[in-house]
């Protein structure tokens, strides 16, 4: 478990940077330019994100149960998953009206898979992935839309053929993660 907590804290500690040290970030990028403060914060990101998966893959050799969910849970996270995904899509394809109403997409797709997952899981270590990404991506989507709000930033108006697209490419997305990645990369079958 102590690998796993050790990822989420570089992870989620470099991409909360913008949140709780926003002039701090300002002044790196001024003094070391924008190319060296990307380099370090992928690198930094990907020290994380391996860090999380290793430990993540430890912590499940030795489950420690905090509750039961459900049999019929995991058909409730696909479904919340497949809208994951919709939003997820939203963030990377322009004039959409999931990101016109939302603001950041990608943050709340990222915070709907963390609760997903907390509903269908319950280990420790599955509470501690789950719940450390459902926390950061609510606060990071709140200072995201304060941060758009005080620059009087106003998304473009969505169309529906751009919707239309998200929603194909979510879906389609999602059918191949949970049929064809899911068990492989991460070992569970969801849907059996």
Known sequence: ??????????????????????RWREAQI????????????????????????????????????????????PHVTALLTAIAFVL???A???????????????LCGIALWAFAHLLANGTLHDIVLFGVFLVWSVVAMLAGRRRD????VVYPPGLVSCD???????????AIFVFYLHGPLIGVRPLG
């Open 92 to 106: 990377h394809v322009r004039r959409n009206h999931f990101k016109r109403a939302i603001g950041h997409p990608l």
């Open 88 to 90: 997820i899509v939203a």
């Open 1 to 22: 478990m102590a690998v796993l907590i050790l990822g989420l804290i570089v992870f989620i500690g470099v991409h909360s940077i913008r949140i709780v040290a926003a």
């Open 149 to 152: 709000r005080d620059a009087g």
């Open 30 to 73: 001024a003094r070391f330019g924008a190319g060296a403060w990307r380099g370090v914060y992928a690198l930094l990101s990907l020290a994380g994100i391996v860090l999380t998966i290793y430990g993540y893959g430890l912590a499940r050799h030795a489950p420690v149960p905090v509750w039961s969910p459900p049999f019929w849970m």
């Open 164 to 174: 239309a697209l998200v929603v194909v490419i979510g879906l389609v997305a999602w």
